[in-house]
């Protein structure tokens, strides 16, 4: 497919303006000023509809199809948030506007945050993080100011062997050194090496509960014991809480901070790099700590305030607002009883599509799963690996799950079906799965050259990601 630059025909516009009637007036640009050349594509409106047109189609979104990414979520995004979002008294927003003129908007904020206290049972929540990982990082800040202010250097956080690359990542970041739990045989947390690995030097522990084998981590309580016994935090990284919601909170596990990521658990739509938005949540103690701005309300009032012991700003502005609006009016639309449902389906149907898969693939923990599970390619015929059962995947129209993660789990497929899903889409998977463990036992070589369909073939991804090309260049 040519790029829109080599499709340029001189003198083609979109525009037809009328003639100038009013004075044609000479204005002195400085010299500096002034574009020498200006190298935009010339197209005509239809041509520049159907590249961009053509272009969607090449894609493939939760729109599109069954999109199982366990961990990362694409849930289908109902389209009344899409509608909600897009009022201009929302989308026209200034943020620089003064608190009695956005009153509405800072009434949603405001709002919000009491709804993830309430789902939580946490004190309180900040909107302002970007993203889940923006979230962990100003999570371990407040890890980092709680200690320094109580006069106590501590400088190690612990994290599971199955834990997201970003839970380390965000410590190492905020300067602390990181630690690695081992995982015990159930898939769990093993209690026993946090225990060996504790001492007053540690800071905190990060855990997922459900952890990313879609396992929930039954010793969660004995945990936070074990840890507050030693003075120090719980961090629940709850990026994914599709699993909990009406169900189980948070602050009664005996987590002192957490993280949700509004793009996964809350429905708005995310991938290619953002927008998201990654609320944290903290218990009573901590609250203080929290960036500034924080919103108040006072009588009918709502109004910004800020404490001197935050942790302070750690972003312009209030959060994502796009996103707090979307995830408001999802919650707002499900209601209580709506938000458990979410949950109950969401274990369902991925038990559902376990119990399908089970007996053609490899399932390393053996056990009944929360919102997701993880199968590999461990006893697959003649050599195809997880990345060849991801290309075929989309021959059959589907996209692959989460592949090669978690990273204890050698070839891991991990499957996240959601809670809108048809028993109808999720039996068709099933028996491409299904087909495709055939295919590679018959005739392997079509699940190792796949995929055929797509407009792409097998792509470089290492050379992609270290070399991308990002702009057109002329030659
Ligand atoms: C997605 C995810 C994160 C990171 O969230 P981002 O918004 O991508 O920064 C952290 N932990 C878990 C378990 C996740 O699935």
Redesign the pocket.
Same mark, same amino acid.
């Given at each position: 497919m040519k790029l829109i630059f080599e499709k340029t025909s001189p003198g083609r516009k979109g525009i037809t303006l009328p003639e100038l009637d009013t004075p044609d007036v000479e204005i002195d640009i400085p010299e500096t000023s002034v574009r020498k050349e200006l190298d935009l594509p010339e197209l005509g409106e239809v041509d520049v509809v159907r590249h961009y047109t053509a272009l969607s189609k090449r894609n493939f979104g939760v729109d599109s199809g069954f999109y199982p990414l366990g961990?990362?979520t694409m849930k289908y995004n109902p389209k009344i948030n899409e509608d909600i979002a897009r009022l201009p008294g929302f989308s026209e927003l200034n943020p620089m506007s003064q608190e009695e003129n956005v009153q509405g908007a800072m009434k949603i904020m405001y709002n919000l945050e009491q709804f993830l206290c309430e789902i939580t049972g946490m004190s309180a929540f900040t909107l302002q993080p970007a993203?889940?990982?923006?979230g962990?990082l100003t999570g371990v800040m407040i890890m980092k100011k709680y200690f320094k202010d109580k006069g106590e250097d501590r400088r190690i956080i612990l994290i599971p062997d199955s834990?997201?690359g &970003?839970?380390p990542a965000s410590a190492a970041m905020c300067g602390f050194s990181v630690k690695t739990i081992n995982s015990c045989k159930e898939g769990e947390i093993d209690i026993n090496n946090l225990k060996e690995n504790l001492d007053k030097n540690v800071a905190g522990l990060m855990l &997922?509960n459900p952890n &990313?084998l879609g396992i929930f981590e039954r010793e969660v309580m004995e945990i936070a014991r074990i840890l507050h016994d030693n003075g120090s935090l719980f961090y629940c990284?709850g990026?994914?809480m599709n699993a909990l919601l009406g169900i189980a909170k948070v602050a009664d596990m005996g987590f002192d901070i957490m993280h949700f990521?509004l793009?996964?658990t809350f429905s708005t739509p995310?991938g290619g790099g953002g927008p998201?938005a990654?609320p944290i949540g903290v218990t009573k103690k901590l609250e203080i700590l929290l960036p500034n701005p924080r919103i108040k309300k006072e009588g009918e009032k709502y109004c910004y305030y800020s404490n001197d012991e935050s942790i302070g700003r750690i972003r312009a502005f209030f959060g994502n607002f796009g996103v707090i609006v979307r995830a408001y009016t999802y919650i707002k639309t499900l209601g209580a009883e709506g938000l458990r449902e979410v949950s109950e389906n969401a274990v369902l149907n991925a038990n559902y599509l376990l119990a399908k898969l089970k007996d053609d693939y490899n399932l390393p923990y053996k056990r009944i799963c929360k919102h997701e599970f993880v199968i590999n390619d461990m006893n697959m015929p003649n050599n195809v690996t997880t990345a060849d059962i991801a290309k075929r995947l989309l021959d059959y129209g589907f996209h692959s799950p989460t592949i090669y993660f978690p990273l204890i789990v050698h070839g891991a497929m991990m499957i996240e079906p959601t809670e809108t899903e048809s028993k109808q889409t999720m039996d068709e998977f099933a028996e491409a799965m299904i087909s495709i463990k055939k295919e590679a036992e018959e005739t392997p070589d079509v699940v190792k050259n796949s995929p055929f369909k797509t407009p792409v073939r097998r792509l470089d991804a290492v050379m992609a990601a270290r070399n991308p090309i990002l702009k057109f260049e002329k030659h």
């Open positions: 961990s990362c993203a889940g990982s923006h962990e834990a997201h &970003t839970n &997922t &990313t990284d990026a994914n990521n793009h996964k995310h998201g990654g």
